[in-house]
């Protein structure tokens, strides 16, 4: 069961680009690059400092992140800004919502479905990061806006 759940969580969100314009993939492409990169610094630090841990051993924990990082997260961040740039408020309100869907009832919901187990890392604290994340990249996104009407 596990397997289906990471399977589907990784192919199921890139389905949903064919609808979203081609414009906005490319203008949040670094973006998301962005956010990626962050969640997967936060993976790494997971084993040293026990946060979660995975059944299966590294190999599990290795799918489970990837698909978590490339799948949902990854596109959930092109969506968001697709809908939201350019209104901060909209912003924070998606990212206040989504952040809390994902780290308060699914990750009690993939716990239960026994993708991982938290450790010494609360759903709160998952929460205070991923809030933590999204000025990063609201703000990294403002630079490359900046950026692109310099060279126009």
Same mark, same amino acid.
């Given at each position: 069961m596990p397997m289906i759940i990471r399977i589907l969580q990784l192919t199921l969100p890139w389905i949903s680009i064919i609808f979203l314009p081609k414009r906005s993939? &490319? &203008?949040?492409?670094?973006?998301?690059i962005l956010a990626a990169i962050l969640v997967s610094g936060m993976c790494l630090l997971a084993g040293p400092l026990k946060w979660w841990n995975s059944a299966g051993g590294w190999k599990a924990r290795l799918i489970n992140d990837i698909s978590f990082i490339f799948g949902p997260f990854f596109v959930g961040t092109l969506w968001i800004f697709h809908f939201t740039f350019g209104n901060i408020k909209r912003f924070f309100l998606a990212n206040l919502l989504m952040d809390s869907l994902f780290s308060f009832p699914l990750t009690i919901l993939y716990q239960k479905g026994k993708l991982f187990k938290l450790i010494n890392f609360k759903p709160l604290q998952i929460f205070l990061t991923f809030i933590s994340f999204s000025f990063i990249i609201y703000g990294f996104q403002l630079l490359i806006q900046k950026k692109v009407e310099k060279w126009r």
């Open positions: 993939f &490319k &203008k949040y492409l670094p973006v998301s």
